[in-house]
């Protein structure tokens, strides 16, 4: 048995340029499946983690007409009295975070130079400790609660020509659709990454967005973090209890996210996509391979005559190919497998900078990717390379045994 | 002779029976002129408290408001402290509204005037509803009698003659002796039913019917309804020039 093994290291050792071409192959797939791994886990996750700060957070406490207007930024259904509710949650102890954001949607006037932009009232200190907003700001400083003061995405200052020191006149229709307006200074501008955040989204202090649009003790979400964001669903169901003693359950609801439609369905189709990407790379990578291997095979004629004249049965030629094949799988697979990893965990420190093609996404996806690296990415891009070069083999192998060797021979 | 008679009494029997075509129209418009008559005046200053009904919650508020002719009206807000020291200039198809919290005056004119004012049943353009001349945009014809209220009222209905009025179509119940409104069904031009107004409360100044409160409902909006009650009320009364400028929007 190891005799066919010895032989076929020779096989492989004797024609290196042959060799290297079904290596190198193999060395690419193998890398390209460890990376491409590697990547999409880290835009899946970039994208999720992005979702819940900015959008769904782990559970969301809002009235249950919201979702229906929430398109519209309803003002007319918000949660009220959310004090005694966060009070309550205060009890849970898988709940790391309560705040309340006060979203509207406001006509920005800067001297003339209108947008529409999404408003939103939120506490300082909580924004920072849910996505550290404070470490985006660009220019300026932070907005704190109970001064008006205004934080505005880059691009959106940009857009209007406002700048950090200019003070801005919101005019808006309050809840009860009364006309008003507050003034706020511009104290800073934050540049998360996300475009379509970055230029229409303005913050202001919940305080003041309360007072501008009549809408004291109120909000229209309360935002929730978990230290385990798989414990949503449990935790929300533990708040429709809390709710339900309040006798406040038939007017608010618990979200967890995986009910928040947008989200969910966003990481399905990414995991499909992960799935199809890698199906292709697997298809490419079998052609890839089978092709250097017919082509090895009938280059080989003569060679495979020659053994079967001297009295190789064929069942010990397939064999030899299948060697041949697994121990360059499992060469190029250590070969590739190593230059994959070492290009994802390069690529999980430094980043790959897509922002020409995030403008458009309205997605919170970053604009820088990093890769999420697990050793597991490695060891299924080894198995699928070994596996793919063995059975790859098989019909040139099962090609050269069927041969006829003087016809073998003929060729020559 | 007894020919000559017969002749002049079979004329006259046509010119009689003619008239009686024609004195629909006449009346219709006769009713109108005589409302606007009662309803119009030179100047005015009153002390207005508006309390607006929504399914969430019920706000009162207080005014002071002075008018003049038919497009020149300024109103400051009395309360609540919310809307304490906002002023509102209105001059033919304009309006300036100074909102003290901003210090700020924004401009309002034409279709917007249709908007909300402070969030009531009523438009910023409704509230100065009282000064126009209502023969002046609409054509009237009667289309009967009804009672409101104990009242027996003529039926109108008027339709737009100028161009671009806010509501195309009136319908009015109009006191039969007091000619003023008791009711009106404000209609848009595709037919749809827009507002309800309804007089509660009528006051006599003088020759004078006045409506002291009223209630509107914006039939777009569920479930609310605003009441307006005209708590002092003094016509054709001196107005300082420099009410009626932007000048008097000014901080104070």
Not at chain 1, 117 to 144: Q, W
Not at chain 1, 278 to 299: H, K
Not at chain 2, 212 to 239: P, Q
Request: glycine residues 6%; proline residues 2%; negative net charge.
């Amino acid at each position: 048995m190891f005799y066919l093994l010895k032989m076929a290291l020779r096989n492989i050792g004797r024609n290196k340029r042959r060799t290297a071409l079904t290596l190198s192959a193999v060395v690419i797939v193998v890398m390209l499946l460890t990376f491409a791994q590697s990547y999409l886990e880290g835009v899946i996750n970039d994208v999720f983690a992005n979702y819940v700060k900015t959008q769904a957070g782990h559970i969301k406490i809002v009235h249950r007409e919201y979702a229906k207007k929430e398109i519209m930024l309803a003002l007319d259904v918000p949660v009220e009295d959310y004090a005694s509710i966060e009070a309550k949650l205060e009890d849970l102890e898988e709940v790391t975070l309560v705040t309340e954001r006060l979203r509207f949607g406001v006509m920005l006037d800067v001297d003339g130079r209108t947008k529409n932009c999404l408003g939103i009232g939120a506490i300082p200190e909580k924004e920072h400790t849910i996505m550290e907003l404070n470490e985006y700001i660009v220019d300026g400083s932070y907005f704190r609660i109970g001064a008006s003061e205004m934080l505005m995405g880059s691009l959106l200052a940009d857009e209007l020509d406002a700048h950090v020191g200019d003070t801005i006149t919101v005019v808006t229709r309050t809840a009860y659709n009364a006309l008003s307006a507050l003034n706020f200074k511009l104290v800073g501008l934050f540049t998360l990454g996300f475009t379509y955040i970055d230029e229409s989204t303005f913050y202001i202090p919940l305080d003041a967005a309360q007072e501008l649009l009549d809408m004291e003790g109120q909000t229209t979400e309360m935002f929730v973090l978990l230290t385990d964001r798989d414990d949503a669903i449990g935790v929300a169901g533990k708040i429709t209890s809390l709710l339900e003693d309040m006798g406040i359950a038939d007017v608010y609801e618990a979200l967890p996210w995986q009910s928040q439609g947008e989200l969910f369905s966003a990481l399905s189709s990414s995991r499909v996509m992960m799935g199809i990407i890698t199906g292709i790379i697997l298809l490419v990578a079998a052609l890839a391979i089978t092709n250097t291997m017919l082509m090895a095979v009938f280059e080989r004629t003569q060679e495979i005559g020659t053994m079967m004249a001297l009295g190789m049965k064929s069942f010990q030629i397939v064999r030899t190919f299948i060697w041949e094949s697994v121990s360059i799988g499992v060469l190029g697979g250590i070969l590739g497998s190593a230059l994959g990893t070492a290009l994802a965990l390069l690529v999980q420190a430094k980043g790959i900078d897509i922002s020409s093609a995030t403008g458009n996404i309205s997605m919170p996806m970053g604009n820088v990717i990093y890769t999420d690296y697990t050793v597991w990415h490695t060891i299924t891009a080894f198995l699928y390379g070994l596996i793919l070069t063995a059975l790859a083999a098989l019909y040139p192998a099962y090609k050269a045994s069927q041969m006829e060797p003087t016809e073998a021979l003929r060729s020559v | 002779m007894k020919r000559c008679a017969m002749l002049i009494a079979i004329f006259l029997t046509i010119v009689y029976a003619g008239t009686v075509f024609a004195r629909d129209e006449v009346s219709a418009q006769d009713i109108l002129d005589r409302l606007d008559h009662n309803m119009w005046t030179e100047s005015a200053r009153a002390k207005i408290k508006m309390m607006i009904h929504t399914r969430r919650r019920t706000d009162e508020k207080e005014m002071i408001g002075w008018s003049e002719g038919g497009n020149k009206s300024f109103t400051e807000m009395l309360s609540p402290a919310r809307d304490k020291g906002s002023k509102y200039l209105k001059l033919e198809d304009n309006m300036w509204i100074y909102l003290p919290k901003a210090e700020k005056v924004i401009k309002i004119s034409g279709h917007m005037l249709r908007q909300s004012m402070m969030g009531s049943d009523f438009s910023y353009e409704d509230t100065m509803e009282r000064s126009q001349k209502l023969r002046e945009s609409y054509a009237a014809k009667l289309v009967g009698t009804e009672t409101v209220g104990e009242r027996p009222c003529y039926v109108l209905e008027l339709e737009a003659i100028k161009h671009d009025v806010t509501y195309y179509k009136r319908r009015m119940w109009i006191d039969q002796e007091r000619f003023v409104g008791l009711k009106e069904e404000l209609y848009a031009k595709s037919g749809k039913l827009l507002k309800v107004m309804t007089a509660n409360q009528i006051k006599t100044f003088g020759k004078r019917h006045y409506p002291t409160h009223i209630t509107m409902e914006d039939k777009l909006r569920k479930g609310s309804y605003t009441e307006m009650f005209i708590t002092e009320i003094a016509f054709n009364v001196e107005i300082p020039p420099m009410t009626f400028s932007k000048r008097n929007l000014g901080r104070r």
